[in-house]
C-alpha cells in the first residue's frame, strides 16, 4: 500500500465516545459479546489512566515515529492516537515532547503496539498512554507509513474513528457503527450487575443467582461432608 494520510474520518456520537468510557473497559468488552480487547501485553504507564475517544489510527515502520508526527496534524480534539508497527517493535516511539504536542493537539491519549519513553515525565503530565513496552531506545524520522487506515494493532482490528476505551483492565475497541447499541448493551449489563451486588451483598450465593446448582448436577459433581 502506498503511504497515505487522510486528513478526514467519521467519528461516532461524542455521548456515546463519553458513556463507553465512564462504562469502562470489561463492561464493553462483555457487552460486545467478550470481543474487541487488546491482547493483555498493552498496558497503561500509570495507574488511574483512562481514555474514551476516537481511534486515529497510525501505521509505522519498525524504530521509525515519523507518522506520529504526521498523524498530529489531522486529529481533533478527544482523539487516541492508535498507532501499530510494520515489524515487532519495543523502542521508545512516544516521550515527553510528542506528549506535549498532542495536548497542544486535544489528543486525549495513546494506545501504542511498541514501546515509550520518558514514562516519569508522562506519569507527571497525567498523558494516558498504553504501551507493549517502556524503553529508553530512540527512533529515526524518517520512514513513511500511513495515517488513518485500518490497521492491526495487538491482536485487534481498528479502523479510523472507532471508539478506543483504555482503563487499567487494558483497551478495547468499539466499532464505530457499533457504539450507539453497545451503550445500550453496556448500560443493560450494569443494570443487571447492580441487581446481583446487591443480592450478593445479602448472602445470596451466585451457585443459586446463575443457577450454577444444575451445572454442577449435570456435570456429575458430588457433595461429600
Known sequence: MRPTIVRSILRADAEHITRLGECGVATVHEAMGRTGLLEPA????FPGARVAGSAVTVSCAAGDNLMIHAAIAVVRPG?????????PSSDGMFGELLAESCRAHGVAGL?????????????????????????AHGTTKAIP?????????????VH???VIVGDADGVVVV????????VTAANERLAREARTRERLKGGELGLDIYGLRDVLNAQGVEWVD
Open 42 to 45: 498493552i498496558r497503561p504507564i
Open 79 to 87: 482523539d487516541v492516537l492508535v498507532v501499530t508497527t510494520s515489524a
Open 111 to 135: 494506545v501504542i503496539d511498541a514501546g515509550v519513553r520518558d514514562t516519569a515525565e508522562l506519569t507527571v503530565m497525567g498523558f494516558p498512554v498504553w504501551s507493549r513496552a517502556v524503553w
Open 145 to 157: 507509513g500511513s495515517v488513518n487506515v485500518p490497521i492491526g494493532c495487538a491482536g485487534a482490528l
Open 160 to 162: 479510523p474513528g472507532d
Open 175 to 182: 466499532p464505530r457503527a457499533d457504539a450507539g447499541p453497545v
